[in-house]
């Protein structure tokens, strides 16, 4: 079952776009600012977003630099000269926000961020801004509904500016006492918050429990706002991914955990991406896979086959990706040799992208 065939066309269109980004970016120039967007469409954004990559453990660490992490100017260059079309800046406001009423975010973070959006922008890099690791929230949700408000109208008021290549994405995984109907209700008072002064601009939103792929069916989005996306993270099979993850008791014992792609691993992937794109398709809402990713404690060759089968897999589907992430413990990009994990690199954008005309 696909959706309208325009709308069908237009997610398809974002495999074009990937593979025509092409060469050295421009020179950096100020992003213009313009007035607040109107008339996005979804799936053509999501076109926009197409083939992207997360800058994990930067700034949504408590602060930047504290889990190794230091964005620079020349990161955005290497991405939007690979080929990709666009970028994911996990951010934790929550950090740099104050606890009590009026909720005033930290100036000079907020600063930072604008020059980590402007760094995309002025290399025609689409970006997505979003709230990670808000735990509070996950774990007290009413006592933090309100600053969580208060930061959407903060950022909404201090971005309703920028082109439509800007994308907020309300909270990244809600879990725990954060449940679904919990949700439902804040993200519906979180959109209409930034309504009130970007009326149109294009926002992400995904489920619970990590952003669960098989909890698409539990959202519940407002049936006349059509500018959203609905994304969900995707690291199955856990054991492969998550083997030796510090961060997780017990994953040593599953280092040595290879994915080889036989037709059982194989089916498992597609047939959750197909039961994604079902319902897409019955929602009329675009996807857009926000996180995904193998740990460096898995064998590279496994880590770029299973990379590249759900690269291909979310493409098959419409469904635009940002890998997890550019630099750090999942990276695409080795900080150490200053150069790319090609195999992994390859796995995200195919060598025969104009991007890789020049070997």
């Not at 009329?284 to 990379?307: C, H, I, V």
């Amino acid at each position: 079952m696909k959706p309208a065939k325009a709308c069908w066309n237009q997610i398809m269109a974002w495999t074009t776009l990937a593979l025509l980004a092409v060469g050295c970016s421009e020179n950096p120039v100020t992003p213009k600012k313009e007035s607040s967007p109107t008339g996005l469409d979804a799936f053509a954004q999501n076109a926009k977003l197409g083939r992207g990559v997360n800058f994990g453990n930067a700034l949504e660490a408590p602060n930047e630099g504290d889990w190794g992490v230091t964005l620079k100017s020349e990161y955005f260059d290497l991405i939007k000269n690979a080929g990709f079309n666009s970028v994911r800046i996990p951010i934790s406001w929550s950090t740099h926000t104050a606890t009590s009423a009026p909720y005033a975010i930290d100036a000079r973070f907020l600063q930072r961020v604008d020059w980590a959006i402007d760094q995309a922008l002025t290399r025609k890099l689409a970006v997505v801004i979003n709230i990670h690791h808000y735990e509070e929230i996950m774990l007290d949700p009413a006592a933090h509904k309100a600053r969580f408000l208060a930061i959407w109208q903060q950022l909404a008021a201090h971005y309703q500016n920028y082109s439509g290549d800007l994308f907020f994405e309300l909270l990244n995984e809600p879990n725990a006492l954060l449940t679904s109907d919990l949700w439902n209700q804040y993200l519906q008072e979180a959109i209409a918050t930034i309504r009130q002064t970007n009326p149109g601009r294009t926002l992400i939103v995904g489920p619970t429990n990590w952003y669960y792929i098989s909890l698409l069916n539990t959202l519940a989005l407002p049936a006349n706002d059509r500018g959203l996306i609905v994304s969900f993270h995707y690291y199955n099979p856990f054991q492969f991914t998550h083997q030796g993850a510090e961060w997780l008791p017990g994953s040593e014992v599953w280092v040595g955990t290879r994915w080889t792609g036989t037709t059982a691993e194989r089916q498992a992937i597609q047939q959750e991406f197909a039961a994604a794109a079902q319902w897409s398709a019955a929602n009329q809402r675009p996807l857009n896979l926000g996180e995904f990713g193998a740990y460096n404690k898995a064998d590279m060759a496994s880590r770029a086959l299973w990379t590249e089968f759900v690269t291909r897999t979310a493409v098959a589907n419409g469904i635009s990706f940002h890998y997890w992430e550019f630099i750090a413990g999942f990276g695409v990009y080795n900080g150490t040799a200053n150069d790319w994990h090609y195999p992994l690199l390859y796995a995200l954008i195919p060598k025969t992208s104009p991007a890789f005309a020049v070997d």
